[in-house]
Nanobody, 125 residues
């Protein structure tokens, strides 16, 4: 059974930075696309960023391009989301998700089989 655990959320002022981590147990991320989604208060869960089987293949939502970066460590056990220039509209619960197969960093939440419990990010104005 794969378990994903997010960490790094918190409260930050607008313009600040946070780095989220997603650690996998039960297997590594090697060869499996992994993504970050977020769910703002009262809204649907939305795509933020994804990294494919090849770490050079990444996708970012338009709303975070130029501000967020997704990456993973060489051991393939942790995926990171570096968030810079944060805005109040980035406030949400952030979820890590991993596919059970495939190579493409899908932007659809329905393509991801494993999910973490989420970590709260709050950006104050």
């Amino acid at each position: 059974q794969v378990q994903l655990v997010e960490s790094g959320g918190g409260l930050v002022q607008a313009g600040g930075s946070l780095s989220l981590s997603c650690a996998a147990s039960g297997r590594t991320f090697s060869g499996y696309p992994t993504a970050w989604f977020r769910q703002p208060p009262g809204k649907e869960r939305e795509f933020v960023a994804a990294i494919g089987w090849m770490s050079s293949l990444t996708k970012l939502a338009d709303s975070v391009k130029g501000r967020f970066t997704i990456s993973r460590d060489n051991s393939q056990t942790t995926v990171f989301l570096q968030m810079n220039s944060l805005k109040p509209e980035d406030t949400a619960v952030y979820y890590c998700a991993a596919r059970s197969g495939g190579t493409y960093p899908s932007t659809s939440r329905y393509e991801y089989a494993y999910w973490g419990q989420g970590t709260q990010v709050t950006v104050s104005s």
